[in-house]
């Protein structure tokens, strides 16, 4: 979700390999000596989302976190390893990799007593991919069905308001058709676009949005936007995710420092937004209640590549010349303290190499070169407009690093002026200008993953028209290799194909890996078994509160 689910950052089967990364955890959770507190209330860190709570219109962080707690899906991921699982399915089968039949585990309930069926499926799916309904989260998730081009044509009108390739069996039983081999898929459905509805939500969509009705383990006891989220534990859930808490109340913030303040203090419990300048002194502030580990997170800069300026052949070059203006080794252990690692290409490191990481593919492109960098620069005609922008959000934690790569693309270019950050007040506005296509410069961008494959890095980001391809980057050489990677029989050579596709982004460069982020969070005295999951999510439903 789609960030880093997502931009979103931020906001994905395949074994992760932690261990591949340089980064490393700096510290463990600990343990309560004393018990803890069952009915005990966890105050967490948050910001508003930009969307309604539907599963197939959030593809944020803010969201995304939310989505998590109140829903459970066909399949889930491991908290620790990230390995899919199932959940809610008691099985997902096939005999050719393109048809497949789902079988539900019975007596699952949505938190107003409604049974999940297969058809809380298939109908919020349908829903999700039909056109007129203006969902954010449908490529690529339900373009590979057989039937998604009806309801959703690149252009014109739907032709049909459901996919042909989903067929309820009965209430706890339904198939698949895909349009071509996919031998990954199953492992794609623990991703929040993939959860049910319930028949209230086609009943009163409005009543819905306004305290949405999930079958996870919390509920909503209440939602004041701008303010916060009270959630409590779900009587009627039956998954393997119960909570060890009395709930968790999400305080949204609009000042990474006000909340580590507030952390500090004891006014809040789980800190996961921490600002740059709290990571410096958070280790020792916080008496070692700080994990710092590896995460499927990417920061990159995006272009507007539907701006004429940065359209055009040259601009390619600019784009390359900007990448090596960057010193990236610097800002991640001076700005962030090496809760960073430098990116080498458009995946992540838990992934592992096996999974599609390269140290290497990106190359010259992602080294530091001020010097060939001016060179590419000036070769490409410059920078378009005459002045590189870095837009970001202003309600989180990016002037510093927005600064200090404008600043190393200013020394490059021997000029103060050649670079500057450009704020947006607020994450929901600045995403609002992405989407809108408003931006006439760069803008941070990233990836946090929604299910860890490769697919996950690339797909959703640079297929054309993919629901997360912010740069708007079209390439029919990059989509015939992702279908053909997806097409694949066994994992190694999807793998493969991806890689072969992720090759093109060196020179096309729609977007600028920066680092690889870390999973950050600090926690108060009050709360014990604090931990992150692979998303660098909390994993809300362990921990406890002490007595």
């Known amino acids: 979700m789609r960030g880093a689910t997502r931009v979103t950052f931020a906001a994905g089967a395949i074994a992760i390999a932690l261990a591949a990364t340089a980064c490393s955890s700096s510290s463990k959770s600990t343990n309560s000596s004393s018990g803890s507190n069952a009915s005990g209330v966890v105050t967490a860190w948050w910001g508003d989302p930009q969307n309604p709570l539907i599963p197939t219109d959030t593809n944020e962080v803010n969201g995304g976190a939310v989505l998590n707690m109140i829903f459970a899906g066909l399949q889930s991921y491991d908290p620790k390893t990230g390995k899919a699982q199932l959940a809610n399915a008691s099985s997902i089968t096939t005999t050719d990799q393109q048809h497949f039949t789902i079988k539900l585990k019975p007596g699952w309930k949505f938190s107003d007593g409604t049974a999940v069926t297969a058809n809380s499926y298939v109908d919020a799916w349908n829903y999700g991919a039909y056109l007129p309904n203006a969902q954010n989260n449908t490529d690529p998730f339900f373009t590979s069905i057989q039937g998604y081009t009806d309801v959703h044509p690149a252009s014109g009108s739907a032709k049909a308001k459901t996919m042909s390739g989903l067929k309820v069996v009965d209430d706890n039983t339904f198939t698949v058709a895909l349009t071509q081999k996919f031998s990954l898929w199953p492992d ?6 993939f959860y049910p509805l319930p028949k209230a939500f086609f009943s009163n969509q409005a009543a819905w949005e306004a305290k949405p009705i999930g079958n996870g383990p919390y509920v909503i006891n209440s939602w004041n936007k701008g303010s916060g989220m009270q959630l409590r534990p779900s009587s009627t859930y039956t998954g393997d995710f119960k909570p060890k808490n009395g709930g968790i109340n999400l305080k949204v913030y609009t000042d990474a420092n006000a909340a580590y303040a507030d952390l500090q203090a004891g006014n809040l419990d789980i800190d996961n937004g921490l600002s740059t300048s709290a990571l410096k ?21 995006s272009f507007p590549l539907y701006n004429a300026g940065w359209s055009t052949a040259n601009a390619k070059l600019v784009r390359q010349g900007i990448s090596m203006a960057i010193d990236r080794a610097t800002i991640t252990k001076v700005i962030f303290n090496s809760t960073r690692t430098p990116a080498t290409d458009w995946t992540s490191p838990v992934l592992g190499e096996a999974g599609g990481f390269s140290s290497t593919l990106c190359g010259d492109v992602c080294t530091y070169n001020p010097t060939k960098a001016k060179q590419l620069i000036q070769q490409g005609g410059g920078i378009p407009g005459g002045q590189l ?15 200090a790569v404008c600043n190393s693309i200013n020394n490059a270019l021997g000029n103060t002026s050649a670079c ?41 980001l640079y297929f054309t028209n993919a629901a997360s391809n912010d740069s708007h980057y079209s390439s029919p050489q990059f989509d015939s290799l992702v279908n053909q990677a997806n097409a694949a029989s066994d994992k190694a050579t999807a793998v ?20 690889y982020q870390n999973g950050l969070v600090g926690w108060s005295s009050k709360v014990s078994n604090v931990a992150l999951d692979p998303f660098s999510v909390p994993v809300y439903t362990d921990i406890t509160v002490n007595k």
């Open 389 to 403: 922008t870095i837009s970001y959000n202003a309600d989180s934690s990016h002037k510093e690093w927005v600064d």
């Open 188 to 193: 794609t459905l623990g991703y929040s676009a």
């Open 496 to 515: 493969s194909d991806f890689k072969s596709a992720e090759k093109l982004l060196v020179t096309d460069l729609p977007a600028i890996p920066l680092w």
């Open 420 to 460: 500057v950050g450009k704020p947006v007040g607020t994450f929901a506005s600045f995403r609002n200008q992405i989407q809108n296509k408003q931006e006439t410069s760069a803008f941070r961008s990233g990836w946090q993953m929604d299910y860890p494959l490769i697919q996950d890095f690339l797909q959703p």
């Open 281 to 301: 002194t958070a280790q020792s502030d916080l008496s070692g209640r700080f994990i710092n580990q590896p995460a499927g997170i990417l920061q990159t800069i």
